[in-house]
């Protein structure tokens, strides 16, 4: 998380319970359940965070392999010379995809978003579910 979206947080979160209406602030029920969606936007946001970083991740395998395969089946198939054209081929590939992914992340919008984003995760951390400890074997 960046260290603008940690400083935005705790503004956001005081700015914000302003427009919380005052029969919420006031009725305890209402706060519990105001407490319980924010625990479960939090979830949701962090499982949404863990999927999108594994897609992201798998991607990069998948790239990777295919490449890899595909220079080993040509270099099989039409010898080195081949296989290393094939290999340079790949890679340039790879990184004009690569290069077109961070150029895509540098614009003002995409700063914005992520900033954004990163905001609401740091105003859901004191919400996220803990992960229990697990119980240890009396002996």
């Not at 006031?26 to 970083?53: E, I």
């Not at 094939?86 to 900033?115: H, M, Y």
Request: proline share 2%; glycine share 8%; net charge positive.
């Amino acid at each position: 998380m960046s260290t603008v979206g940690r400083e935005l947080a705790p503004h956001v979160k005081k700015h914000g319970s302003k427009l919380i209406p005052e029969a919420i602030k006031k009725d305890n029920n209402s706060k519990a359940n105001l407490d319980g969606a924010l625990v479960v936007a939090a979830s949701g946001v962090q499982g949404f965070a863990t999927v999108w970083n594994g897609l992201e991740c798998a991607a990069k395998c998948i790239a990777k392999n295919v490449a890899a395969e595909t220079v080993h089946t040509v270099k099989h198939k039409y010898g080195s010379a081949a296989g290393k054209a094939t290999d340079n081929a790949v890679n340039s590939a790879i990184n004009v995809g690569v290069t077109a992914f961070n150029i895509d992340n540098l614009g003002i919008k995409a700063v914005a978003r992520r900033t954004a984003k990163e905001t609401g995760n740091a105003i859901l951390v004191d919400y996220k579910l803990q992960e229990k400890p697990e119980k240890q074997e009396k002996k």
